[in-house]
């Protein structure tokens, strides 16, 4: 099972083998990062904060203990970092960044779409992306890590350190909120 792996990783890393850790980061942070950029809705803040997240996974290697999956524990101290950094000051205006066009490239296989079919998915991404950023950061953290990161509401609710049955609100009034949105915005 691949989070029995992820467990004996940290432990062989907690026991000396920086190599562990290595691979740890390997499999782990583009995932981190992806889900951080989708909470600070920063490139640069995520990126830092997909740092700090590994930082800490470091420092805590000695105190690690494998009570819960290791990624609900990643998830757990990249959500604290992001709800801390979108608790700044700073953060109550967020801007667009000049290099988002260059992030968003569409990967396709097989033919080149129409520059029609490509523009089109890219106001769709946009007003997803736009539904996404009027969410409040518990709804939009829990529907990411249910609906994107493929987490179960148990380890969400451990993640975010509440209860399931409040992460399966959190998840509905989410998607209830982007349905609403979308449509609107479609209207």
Known sequence: MREDEDVRLMLAFRDGDGAAFDRLFERWAARVLRYLERMVRDAGAAEELAQEVFVRVFRARESYRPEARFSTW??????????????????????????????????????????ESVAAARERGDAVDAALATLPERQRSALWLAAVEGRSYAEVAEMLDTSQKSVKALVHRARSALVRALEEEAA
């Open 74 to 115: 990643l998830y757990t101290i990249a959500t604290r970092l992001a709800l801390n950094e979108l608790r700044r000051p700073h953060r109550r205006r967020p801007h667009d960044s000049a290099d988002d066009e260059e992030g968003r490239g569409l990967r396709l296989a097989g033919e080149l779409p129409s520059a």
